[in-house]
């Protein structure tokens, strides 16, 4: 059993800045890719960014140059520093996790954290 625990949301005004982080505990051998995820209401969950074992980054072009993926492997922790926030950024916010664990590779998914910008 792998479980994400994920903090860091809360209320920021538009311009603003937020960070997430999001740690796995449990049986790993290894984690090989860390996204972010989010969801707004009444519309479809969506990539933010992900970070691959060897340190690739991507990023779609609704956060490019604002949102940077991090990742900490001795910690099992991955990072999301928000800056230059919008209102359109509102949403609830998921880590997930690509793990290996004994000869199997499972995607595992944190609680969800809100974020709000509004003024």
């Known amino acids: 059993q792998v479980q994400l625990v994920e903090s860091g949301g809360g209320l920021v005004q538009p311009g603003g800045s937020l960070r997430l982080s999001c740690a796995a505990s449990?049986?790993?051998?290894?984690?090989?890719?860390m996204g972010w995820y989010r969801q707004a209401p009444g519309k479809q969950r969506e990539l933010v960014a992900h970070?691959?074992?060897?340190?690739?980054?991507y990023y779609p072009d609704s956060v490019k140059g604002r949102f940077t993926i991090s990742r900490d492997n001795a910690k099992n922790t991955v990072y999301l520093q928000m800056n230059s926030l919008k209102p359109e950024d509102t949403a609830v916010y998921y880590c997930?996790?690509?793990?290996?664990?004994?000869?199997?590779?499972?995607?595992?998914w944190g609680q969800g954290t809100q974020v709000t910008v509004s003024s």
């Open positions: 449990g049986s790993i051998l290894s984690i090989l890719v």
């Open positions: 997930k996790f690509s793990v290996f664990t004994t000869g199997r590779q499972s995607d595992y």
């Open positions: 970070i691959g074992s060897g340190g690739s980054t």
